[in-house]
């Protein structure tokens, strides 16, 4: 597989793996050196098992914050 798909393929996956990207682009885990970081690693021939499996799956987070009762609205990372 090409970068370039590889980083669409990877452009997508950011967006479903985080409940709220287009607030979160500042935030440490999600800002552009990030994104930029896991791109090159995609482009090394690691895999996202997860999105490897699961390609379409939404809702389905490792990490939610404490505040605002996140885990119980499901809004996570």
């Known amino acids: 597989m090409c970068a370039t798909k590889i980083h669409m393929k990877y452009s997508i996956m950011l967006y479903l793996d985080l409940a709220n990207p287009k607030t979160n ?3 440490a885990g999600f800002t552009q050196e ?3 970081g896991m791109t090159a690693l995609l482009e090394e021939g690691y895999v996202d098992s997860f999105r490897h499996l699961y390609p379409e799956k939404t809702g389905a987070y490792t990490f939610w914050t404490y505040m605002g009762n996140a885990r119980s609205r499901n809004v996570g990372w």
């Open 34 to 36: 990030e994104r930029d």
């Open 25 to 27: 682009t500042r935030n």
